[in-house]
T-cell receptor
C-alpha cells in the first residue's frame, strides 16, 4: 500500500492553463505539505496544513491554491500556469507537529512541465 | 532565520569505501529533529536516518551513522561500506514547530558510488 500517493506523476501543459495535482495519505497523519523542487534540486516548502487548516503559506503566488477536503487529502490547484512553474512538486505528510520524532513521508512527486 | 547548508554539491566514493557528507544548520530553537533523506533517480524521498536534538548519542542505522555536534550545529552523515545503490541525492533537513510546521531542507549533495 502506498503511504502517500500523488497523481499524476507527470503533467505537461501549456502556459495559461489551469491544472490540479492530487495527494492522498493513508497514514492517519494530521499534517500535510506541498514542496516544490526546482531544476537545481532545491526543496522548498510551499504550504503546510494541519487538520485541514492552512498553517504555512510561504510567499507562494495566489495562482497556487491548496485545498484540503479532509485530513487525508491535500490537493494543489494552479491557475494560469507559467513557464517558471515547471518543477517537481512533492506532497508529504507527518504526524502532529509536536511529535517531532517522526519523519515526513513523501509522495513520488509530480513532474510539471509548462510549455 | 532557519537554514540548512550542505557545502558539498557533489561527491564520489569507491564501492566499499566510507564517505562523509557534511551539513550545518542554523536555528534558534532548542528542540528539533534532524534528518537525512535520500533521493535516488526514481525521485522518491526516502528517510535514511534521524537524530533527536536533545540526545547526545549519535544515531546509527546499519551502514549509516551521524556525527551530531549540537554546539557547532553540525550534522554529518557517514556511509560505510558504500554500495552502488547508495548513489543518490542526499538532503539534510530539520523539523521545527514554534507555531509553524515544516521541514527545512538543505540544497543536497549528489553522491556517486563508483564500481
Amino acid at each position: 500500500d502506498t503511504a502517500v500517493s500523488q497523481t499524476p506523476k507527470y503533467l505537461v501543459t501549456q502556459m495559461g492553463n489551469d491544472k490540479s495535482i492530487k495527494c492522498e495519505q493513508n497514514l492517519g497523519h494530521d499534517t500535510m505539505y506541498w514542496y516544490k523542487q526546482d531544476s537545481k534540486k532545491f526543496l522548498k516548502i510551499m504550504f503546510s496544513y494541519n487538520n485541514k487548516e492552512l498553517i504555512i503559506n510561504e510567499t507562494v503566488p495566489n495562482r497556487f491554491s491548496p485545498k484540503s477536503p479532509d485530513k487525508a487529502h491535500l490537493n494543489l490547484h494552479i491557475n494560469s500556469l507559467e513557464l517558471g512553474d515547471s518543477a517537481v512538486y512533492f506532497c508529504a505528510s507527518s504526524q502532529v507537529p509536536q511529535h517531532l520524532n517522526t519523519e515526513a513521508f513523501f509522495g513520488q512527486g509530480t513532474r510539471l512541465t509548462v510549455v | 532565520a532557519q537554514t540548512v547548508t550542505q557545502s558539498q554539491p557533489e561527491m564520489s566514493v569507491q564501492e566499499a569505501e566510507t564517505v562523509t557528507l557534511s551539513c550545518t544548520y542554523d536555528t534558534s530553537e532548542n528542540n528539533y529533529y534532524l534528518f537525512w533523506y535520500k533521493q535516488p533517480p526514481s525521485r522518491q524521498m526516502i528517510l535514511v536516518i534521524r537524530q533527536e536534538a536533545y540526545k547526545q548519542q549519535n544515531a546509527t542505522e546499519n551502514r549509516f551513522s551521524v556525527n551530531f555536534q549540537k554546539a557547532a550545529k553540525s550534522f554529518s552523515l557517514k556511509i560505510s561500506d558504500s554500495q552502488l545503490g547508495d548513489t543518490a541525492m542526499y538532503f539534510c533537513a530539520f523539523s521545527i514547530t514554534s507555531g509553524t510546521y515544516k521541514y527545512i531542507f538543505g540544497t543536497g549533495t549528489r553522491l556517486k558510488v563508483l564500481a
